[in-house]
């Protein structure tokens, strides 16, 4: 079983920043990637960034340059650092985690960019 934990969603004017966290435990030995997607009203899953085990990053095209993915300290953590939120952010964002056990998602949180 494997127990993914996120948090730091919430509400954002347009322009701001927010940093969300996500923490991955449980019985597994590896972890290829962790990484998140979204689901905006309306429309399909979509993968927001995601950071292998090497340390390689993948972002959405729609991010460009505005969001950071990144490692904790702690084992099986990481952090997406969003900035120059826009209204069309609003989602709700769900951490993942391949792990060699099976893929793992979060039950998501709720990110909300508006004035």
């Known amino acids: 079983q494997v127990h993914i934990v996120e948090s730091g969603g919430g509400l954002v004017q347009p322009g701001g920043s927010l940093r969300i966290s996500c923490a991955a435990s449980g019985s597994f030995s590896s972890m290829s990637r962790m990484g998140w997607d979204r689901r905006i009203p309306g429309k399909q899953r979509e993968s927001v960034a995601q950071i292998d085990s090497g340390g390689t990053t993948n972002y959405g095209d729609f991010v460009k340059g505005r969001f950071t993915i990144s490692r904790g300290n702690a084992k099986n953590t990481v952090y997406l650092q969003m900035n120059s939120l826009k209204p069309e952010d609003t989602a709700v964002y769900y951490c993942?985690?391949?792990?060699?056990?099976?893929?793992?998602w979060g039950q998501g949180t709720q990110v909300t960019v508006s004035s």
């Open positions: 993942n985690a391949f792990t060699d056990r099976g893929s793992y």
